[in-house]
């Protein structure tokens, strides 16, 4: 009987999330297209922006998924509760204990398919729009197409003039320190790459190098160099933390604390989206909570004024945490994991209060 039921209440939830879901990533998907053509050029016309704008809705998804959990396990639940069936299975001896376990099933599922989208679904796709629409804008063969950008390898500096998805640098200019932070050499290449083997190739390379007895200068048609730097530490550089999934913020962070570089942006990115996936499974258990109580007799709407407030005050906190975080200099897990732990203990205390 408890299998039925729990099944009963996964496919409730489960069923009034997607539709939810549905409706807020059309909205957001609207919204995304119109952003998108205020700066329509080059090849990058209207049909290109429907496209970069159905490409971003599975990282759009992971990221309302918490709100769509919410919303959609109060109208669910709330439907039980109207309904009165939610008083037949307590009335049936199932304790509210058992019945948040039941609900608390639905919200695992829902976490690993939040998980799977913001791992292997939602960066990928979101990184491939971001280089379509660039490429699309400037054209390949565009010299603006590509960003300069400065990377660190220890005692070594690159400054890489032009960077594109195919790793085609342009001019490339090299910083070499000595262990005193005293200027070692100067060099430039005017074509750079990296290889399959992540050898860096150099073309007319010139380099200037200080000695204590003078100056030495060498020169080559082609050098070979090898860095720290490898294409995917680069590319995970050239795009935002965002397109970046978590075992590439992971590599990312790495790099960057090995470098004694700033990581405070990937690493709040990284705890925030994994607060983010945890809430996923608290929400329904919060929906529940509420359905006991006043929201037992009333309306849908009623249900979802409740589900987008606490939904937009879950939100508008998690996102001011962050961003206060890296102005301040906080722990990055400290305020990403206070919004959702906040409603893990509102959660407690309202299901404890229930009799």
Not at 12 to 25: E, F, K, N, R, Y
């Amino acid at each position: 009987m408890n299998g039925i039921l729990s099944q009963y209440l996964m496919r409730t939830i489960l069923t009034s999330t997607a539709l939810v879901l549905v409706v807020l990533l059309a909205l957001a998907g609207l919204f995304e297209f119109i952003a998108q053509l205020d700066d329509v050029k080059g090849d990058f016309g209207t049909p290109q922006a429907v496209l970069f704008a159905a490409l971003r809705l599975p990282n759009l998804a992971f990221q309302m998924l918490p709100v769509s959990a919410l919303i959609g396990s109060l109208l669910g639940l709330g439907a039980l509760a109207a309904n009165s069936e939610i008083i037949v299975m307590r009335s049936s001896g199932l304790s509210v204990a058992r019945l948040a376990g039941m609900v608390a099933i639905t919200g695992f599922v829902m976490l690993v398919i939040t998980g799977l989208l913001g791992e292997f679904i939602g960066p990928p796709l979101d990184y491939y729009a971001r280089n379509m629409r660039t490429e699309a804008r400037h054209g390949k063969d565009d010299n603006r197409f590509g960003k300069e950008t400065w990377v660190k390898d220890g005692s070594v500096f690159l400054h890489l003039e032009r960077v594109n998805a195919e790793f085609d640098f342009g001019s490339l200019y090299i910083f070499r320190f000595n262990d005193d932070n005293e200027l070692a050499s100067i060099a430039k290449a005017e074509n750079a790459g990296i290889s399959n083997d992540d050898r860096w190739l150099l073309e007319n390379f010139r380099e200037t190098r200080f000695q204590r007895n003078g100056v030495q200068a060498v020169e080559s048609s082609v050098a070979i160099e090898s860095f720290d730097v490898n294409t995917e530490m680069l590319g995970s550089s050239m795009v935002k933390s965002t397109s970046l999934s978590a075992r590439g913020l992971l590599s990312y962070i790495g790099y960057l604390r090995r470098n004694s570089l700033d990581a405070s942006l990937y690493e709040t990115e990284l705890w925030y989206r994994a607060s983010r996936t945890a809430a996923v499974m608290i929400m329904p258990m919060l929906a529940l909570a509420f359905v006991f109580g006043s929201l037992r007799s009333g309306g849908a709407g009623a249900r979802l004024m409740i589900g987008v407030g606490i939904g937009l005050a879950y939100y508008l906190a998690s996102e001011m945490l962050a961003n206060s975080g890296q102005v301040f200099d906080l722990n990055p897990a400290l305020v990403s994991w206070l919004p959702s732990m906040a409603l893990l203990l509102v959660t407690v205390i309202a299901l404890a209060r229930i009799r």
